[in-house]
């Protein structure tokens, strides 16, 4: 098995990075795994492995993997976190960074942050 491709923006003229300089708190990770349908068994055991890592890192707060619906090998990641510096912390921990070689090869993460917007009458900020 290979590393973790590279990211994939999701919104290419604000890539991942950039999004962990701005100091948000709190904080959602959203992560889209797109993955070959052979490889489904073999990127949940990476997905749990890292997982056993990052929720218990500080910041952490919680945690949802959806998978799409029908024949759609898609996985969705929802991750709350304190802030972005904890995410950009809990990220560049060795022993995370050292889990993300055990992905198959097919599998491609594209990772955005996003945070609460308070629509009156419908959504709290």
């Known amino acids: 098995m290979a590393a973790i491709k590279p990211f994939e923006p999701l919104d290419e003229k604000f890539p991942f990075d950039r999004q962990l300089g701005i100091a948000v708190a709190p904080v959602v990770l959203i992560n889209i ?10 990127f949940l055991d990476a997905f749990k492995a890292a997982a056993e890592i990052i929720t218990k890192q500080p910041g952490f707060i919680s945690m949802q993997l ?7 090998p898609t996985y969705l ?7 972005t510096e ?11 960074v050292g ?3 055990a992905y198959p090869s097919s599998v491609l993460a594209s990772p955005h942050l996003f945070q609460k917007v308070a629509v009156p009458g419908f959504c709290t900020a």
């Open 33 to 42: 795994f797109t993955v070959d349908p052979t490889d489904e068994a073999g």
């Open 99 to 101: 889990k993300l070689s």
């Open 66 to 72: 959806h998978r799409a619906l029908g024949d759609s």
């Open 77 to 83: 990641n929802y991750v709350v976190w304190e802030s």
């Open 86 to 96: 904890t995410v950009r912390v809990a990220f560049a921990h060795p022993e995370f």
